[in-house]
């Protein structure tokens, strides 16, 4: 149940560390997530080599928050290179916006993938205090997920109470945010996306760090659920 974060560190050649260690991790994770450090520095089009012929999910993070059409081609442009999932903000609201998105996600079979809350401290100033109305932007949409924080399971537990089992809960914080592989999946998450605690590690230490986190993902829920 674990999604790598693929977020390149300044000083590489942002296409080649990508590309190493979607290798080297493709076989034992359910998918990747590509946001703006290495799309802004080198486009999209390199990666269809990756995720043309990934059957993982492929989910870009642009975190969309625009008008519906302008999100609508932004997604058309991401599914024609290979993704499968995008994440977009529910804050700009339903009407002309995440209702054009949705339509056009289920148009190109993308997942849709809302952000009811973030992992950061700062979510609480403004983003926090929607969450309701967001979840519900999500349940009309039939959005596929929504993104929510390994760093305040107690929010996780909440979404989860009430959008049953419908909607995927894809949750990022674990590791240098602080949160304990695990935690998420406890509250009640699908997914739990990590990213630096394995990718910024040596690439010949990836995979076996990768696979100690699934160890201690199984372990922590082998507890929760006993
Ligand atoms: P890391 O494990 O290195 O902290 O990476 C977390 C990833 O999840 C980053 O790609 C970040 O953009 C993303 N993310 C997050 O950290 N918090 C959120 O609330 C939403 C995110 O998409």
């Known amino acids: 149940m674990l999604i790598v974060a693929l977020d390149p560190p300044l000083n590489v050649d942002a296409e080649k560390w990508v590309t190493q260690r979607y290798e080297a991790l ?6 990747f997530k590509i946001g703006l450090p290495a799309i802004v520095k080198h486009g999209t089009n390199w990666l269809s080599k990756l995720f043309g012929v990934y059957d993982g999910l492929a989910i870009a993070d642009l975190k969309l928050a625009d008008i519906g059409d302008v999100m609508a081609l932004t997604a058309a442009i991401l599914r024609n290179v290979g993704f499968n999932a995008i994440i977009a903000h529910a804050f700009v609201g339903y009407e ?3 209702d054009v998105l949705a339509k056009i996600c ?6 849709l993938i809302l952000v009811v809350s973030m992992s950061h401290e ?21 959005s596929w997920g929504v993104v929510a924080p390994a760093t305040r399971p107690n929010v996780i537990q909440f979404i989860r109470s009430k959008v049953g089992s419908k909607i995927k809960i894809v949750s990022p914080g674990v590791g240098v945010q ?5 935690t998420a999946l406890c509250a009640g998450a699908d997914y739990e ?20 986190l699934l160890e201690s ?10």
Do not use: M, N, W
């Open 106 to 111: 289920e148009k190109e079979g993308i997942k």
């Open 122 to 142: 700062g979510s609480k100033e403004f983003i926090d205090r929607h969450i309701d109305e967001f979840i519900d932007i999500a349940e009309r949409v039939g």
């Open 217 to 226: 993902q199984k372990k922590r829920l082998s507890l929760c659920r006993g």
């Open 193 to 212: 996306i990590v990213g630096r605690a394995i990718t910024y590690s040596d690439l010949g230490k990836v995979r076996e760090i990768a696979y100690a």
């Open 96 to 98: 002309k916006g995440i």
């Open 178 to 182: 602080g949160a304990e592989p695990g």
């Open 26 to 31: 493709r076989d034992i994770v359910k998918g």
